[in-house]
């Protein structure tokens, strides 16, 4: 797809605001994007497969640009426009605005903030010091040469605090204190924020005056790559004793709804799941699993209700907690993850709650 027609989708989508607009239609991504990027499992080099290499970072897909010492996990890539858009419309910012981007990636959505904004206005923070410089790269042969950081970015940066607005490109279970501190009074977080057991919220807070405290609602239904140090790690778990029954409710409503999901997630924090196929079972199904890193469950996707559906062992009834979170979900309408949201302090603390701060659930 040709750029200004993706930009054009955009606007008409209204995930891209009209203030953002020439920055995207000045900045086209791919003067960000490296020759080799990943789909749907394949390298795809500029050089050798340009038509596709166009197409692809011409069209409102994300695309890895790397990946993990497992060489199979993604561990950067460059988001999808229309999410890229979305955050910088919910960051709200206005003519010197001080930014600080967090995980820096291919450069792209610094450079958009650096033309938006102005070059001494933002500064991008990068763990990956190749990725750093590459990025470094491309905004200077672009004219855009903001501050690039090579540290963690769940520490900030600092040095150039207080900034206005705090933009991260990276999921955190727990959102950093030191960003909270880092912003000014009345500045903006904006943050992706999931659950083991669902990735995805995107997370807008807004900083107490007294700078303590951030607090804010789940804006958009997003899902990136973890924070490094926060990577949800499945744990190993012992499958002995097992008790069986039927569920009471259709797995399907959750693998399939992720309001659904989210919502069990914020209840059941450190709750893992999956939707696996097994071939050896005798419906030809699958099952929908979960575990704690003790105790494990599972239920199957077909004849959810049957007499041995369900499986459970550990300490824990996992199922039966997973089937309450699910009935308490439902008294309460159902909600969209827009009625969520999330109270941090500087101290680390937490607390999630559904339509008001002092609704605190979990």
């Known amino acids: 797809m040709d750029w200004d027609?993706?930009?054009?989708?955009?606007?008409?989508?209204?995930?891209?605001?009209?203030?953002?607009?020439?920055?995207?239609?000045?900045?086209?991504?791919?003067l960000f994007v490296p020759d080799r990027i990943r789909h749907h499992g394949e390298w795809i080099d500029r050089t050798e497969q340009p038509v596709q290499w166009y197409e692809l970072v011409g069209s409102d897909l994300p695309l890895v640009t790397r990946l993990d010492e497992d060489g199979t996990t993604p561990?950067?890539?460059?988001?999808?426009?229309?999410?890229?858009?979305?955050?910088?419309?919910?960051?709200?910012?206005?003519?010197?605005?001080?930014?600080?981007?967090?995980?820096?990636?291919?450069?792209?959505?610094?450079?958009?903030?650096?033309?938006?904004?102005?070059?001494?206005?933002?500064?991008?923070?990068?763990?990956?010091?190749?990725?750093s410089e590459d990025a470094r790269c491309r905004l200077v042969a672009n004219r855009l040469p903001v501050t690039t950081v090579v540290g963690d970015g769940t520490l900030g940066h600092p040095?150039?605090?207080p900034y206005d607005r705090v933009h991260v490109t990276a999921a955190v279970q727990r959102v950093p204190g030191g960003l909270i501190e880092q912003t000014a009074p009345g500045g903006i977080i904006v943050v992706p924020y999931g659950t083991a057991f669902c990735n995805g919220g995107l997370l807008k807070l807004t900083v107490a005056?007294?700078?303590?405290?951030?607090?804010?609602?789940?804006?958009?239904?997003?899902?990136?790559?973890?924070?490094?140090?926060?990577?949800p790690g499945s744990?190993?778990?012992?499958?002995?004793?097992?008790?069986?029954?039927?569920?009471?409710?259709?797995?399907?409503?959750?693998?399939?709804?992720?309001?659904?999901?989210?919502?069990?997630?914020?209840?059941?924090?450190?709750?893992?799941?999956?939707?696996?196929?097994?071939?050896?079972d005798r419906l030809g199904t699958g099952r929908f699993e979960v575990w704690d890193g003790v105790s494990y469950?599972?239920?199957?996707?077909?004849?959810?209700?049957?007499?041995?559906?369900?499986?459970?062992a550990g300490p824990r009834n996992l199922w039966d907690e997973v089937t309450?979170?699910?009935?308490?979900?439902?008294?309460?309408?159902?909600?969209?993850?827009?009625?969520?949201?999330?109270?941090?302090?500087v101290a680390g603390e937490q607390r999630v709650w559904l339509d008001e701060p002092d609704h605190v659930i979990g």
């Open 5 to 30: 027609t993706l930009v054009d989708d955009l606007r008409k989508s209204e995930a891209l605001s009209a203030d953002w607009e020439p920055a995207f239609r000045a900045v086209p991504r791919r």
């Open 75 to 131: 561990s950067s890539s460059s988001s999808m426009p229309t999410v890229v858009a979305q955050m910088l419309r919910h960051l709200e910012v206005a003519d010197g605005t001080r930014v600080l981007d967090i995980g820096t990636g291919t450069g792209w959505t610094a450079a958009l903030l650096a033309h938006r904004l102005g070059m001494q206005n933002v500064t991008t923070v990068e763990l990956d010091r190749d990725l």
């Open 159 to 161: 040095v150039g605090a």
């Open 209 to 231: 005056e007294d700078g303590r405290s951030a607090s804010g609602p789940f804006v958009e239904d997003v899902a990136f790559m973890w924070v490094r140090d926060q990577r």
């Open 235 to 280: 744990g190993e778990f012992e499958i002995e004793e097992v008790r069986h029954g039927p569920s009471k409710f259709d797995p399907a409503t959750v693998a399939e709804h992720t309001d659904a999901a989210f919502a069990i997630g914020l209840r059941l924090p450190g709750l893992f799941r999956q939707e696996v196929s097994i071939d050896y």
């Open 297 to 312: 469950a599972h239920c199957r996707l077909a004849d959810w209700d049957g007499k041995h559906a369900v499986s459970q």
């Open 324 to 345: 309450a979170a699910h009935a308490w979900w439902q008294r309460q309408g159902a909600p969209g993850l827009d009625r969520f949201g999330l109270t941090g302090t």
